[in-house]
């Protein structure tokens, strides 16, 4: 069953516009009476379809669906350098397919991709628009965001609160996994992860000053766009998510 996300709702009924309206009307073609499910407000809703206009449609409640969330599920904030188009789209659609909430696109020293701030919002817009269809694909009750650029990786946000993570390929003293058995409950998580070119010892440095944990993922060197997933995917298993 199709899913929708909105934020326009009337009594007892959803309105759905824009891209999603031309989805339903014009690509799919649902027709008066099919169901289909609307997220709004983080809850899922069964509904039908109960007038299809020019530009936009009404679909009527027919019942509220339970959906049981895991209460220790932390939040996922991921600072990642930014990598070429393709493998960088391919990373902001598998990040929402496998949980995470927000993405910071970084750029640090070694970065092979450069933006001119002149194109930042063009680019947002368009990253944006990759993680909204996939967490429709999904199924997902949230809409992950992806946060302005972060030109200088000193200003990325540090909170002694979250658990802080820094994937060093050099780290020979602590992995991944020690420090997630270490930290199983936790509210929130702050992953940094560098661009194909890796990081500079400045940039650990900096890091590990500001209390982040620097860990290893193993033997292998993994490429820039596996990182997050590899890491994503622990925490799923980790944290039951």
Not at 48 to 70: P, Q, W
Not at 81 to 87: A, P, T
Not at 147 to 158: A, E, H, S, V
Request: proline share 2%; with cysteine.
């Amino acid at each position: 069953m199709y899913q929708y996300f909105t934020n326009k709702k009337v009594n007892n009924s959803f309105i759905i516009d824009g891209n999603d309206f031309h989805h339903i009307k014009n690509v799919i073609k649902l027709k008066l009476k099919e169901h289909i499910h609307i997220v709004f407000n983080e809850q899922k809703y069964l509904c039908e379809l109960e007038i299809i206009k020019e530009s936009e449609c009404i679909a009527k409640i027919i019942s509220k669906i339970d959906i049981t969330k895991n209460k220790f599920k932390p939040i996922i904030n991921l600072y990642c350098g930014i990598i070429r188009e393709q493998k960088w789209d391919y990373v902001l659609q598998k990040a929402t397919e496998l949980g995470v909430n927000n993405i910071y696109p970084v750029i640090f020293t070694r970065n092979v991709v450069k933006i001119n701030s002149k194109d930042e919002d063009k680019k947002i817009f368009r990253w944006q628009s990759i993680i909204d269809t996939a967490a429709k694909q999904t199924k997902s009750i949230i809409i992950p965001k992806v946060g302005k650029i972060i030109y200088n990786f000193k200003d990325i946000k540090i909170d002694n609160n979250y658990l802080n993570i820094i994937c060093y390929e050099n780290e020979k003293n602590q992995n991944l996994k020690n420090i997630l058995n270490k930290n199983n409950l936790v509210n929130a998580i702050n992953i940094v992860i560098g661009p194909e070119g890796g990081f500079t010892d400045n940039e650990v440095t900096f890091f590990v000053k500001q209390n982040f944990n620097s860990v290893s993922l193993g033997n292998n060197i993994l490429r820039a766009e596996t990182v997050p997933l590899f890491v994503l995917s622990c925490l799923i298993y980790e944290y039951d998510m």
